[in-house]
């Protein structure tokens, strides 16, 4: 059987800028303060999407120039014309069979990708392949199972209510590198060198059940992948007890729930 590349249920960048883009770039910044950004040579933003993390890259940066590689061609033509830069270049790529010459790169960063990728650990060695001797390499992702708080709301009610969801829930919860220590871990095992582990956390906001629902039932990703399979009658029962959660018993409004991610950095040994 041949290995997928991504588990990420990709339709349009439209719908993952609906799901997932406002919760990237508010974690952008605080990736790259940890990260220890430099302002120079050549930099791979390893699994754009629709650029979130290029167009801060951009920002904290004057001269580097940037290259987004992405597998779904959709977010790289979105990014294309979301961040325009002479210093940018977005392409279309695999993560685990990068088209890029050994050491082509001074610095590169990878942001909520890598738990999608089954076989992370060949990403994680192109990712150090295509990275200078002494440059950095830093990722991060979603912790999962008691960071990321409105995903976990969504899978644990409609675990409730259908079997199909709690296969997806389970699923979900193991994804690789989402727990404790294990980005940490494999950076360790790639023979990466001063390597630093954390965690960052910004609010995921919602202006309202509403808000909140629609990119469930009309963004990207596995769960808006889950709901648009599902039929109309069980659509609604997930919908109602999702908006009794989110109310709480108070009226509806305003929501802001905690969303914890995984980071860590470390430097590609320098050759003896």
């Known amino acids: 059987m041949t290995q997928v590349s991504s588990t990420f249920a990709a339709t349009g960048a439209e719908s993952y800028e609906l799901m997932m883009g406002r919760w990237g770039r508010r974690l952008a910044g605080p990736f790259l303060d940890f990260s220890d950004l430099m302002d120079d040579g050549k930099i791979l933003d390893a699994g754009c999407g629709t650029g979130a993390l290029t167009a801060e890259l951009l920002q904290r940066t004057t001269v580097a120039e940037v290259t987004g590689v992405d597998i779904a061609e959709a977010y790289v033509a979105y990014a294309r014309q979301a961040v325009k830069s002479p210093r940018v270049n977005f392409e279309v790529g695999d993560l685990t069979a990068l088209n890029y010459p050994d050491c082509a790169f001074d610095q590169v960063f990878s942001q909520l990708v890598l738990l999608f990728v089954p076989d992370f650990e060949q990403a994680i060695r192109e990712l150090n392949r295509v990275t200078k001797p002494g440059g950095r390499i830093s990722a991060t992702t979603w912790d999962i199972i008691g960071g990321f708080v409105f995903n976990r709301i969504f899978w644990d009610v409609a675990a409730m209510l259908d079997p199909e969801a709690e296969k997806l829930r389970q699923r979900a919860f193991s994804r690789p590198l989402t727990r404790p220590n294990e980005l940490a ?14 965690e960052i956390t910004i609010r995921t906001e919602f202006l309202s059940f509403d808000d909140f629902w629609k990119p469930l039932a009309e963004g990207d990703g596995p769960i808006p992948a889950y709901v648009q399979q599902t039929d109309d009658t069980l659509r609604s029962k997930i919908e109602g007890a999702l908006r009794r959660a989110y109310l709480g018993g108070d009226n509806d409004g305003p929501r802001s729930y905690v969303g914890t991610a995984w980071v860590v950095s470390g430097l590609k040994p320098v050759e003896a």
């Open 185 to 198: 871990q494999a950076w360790l095992n790639a023979g990466m060198k001063e390597v630093r582990s954390g």
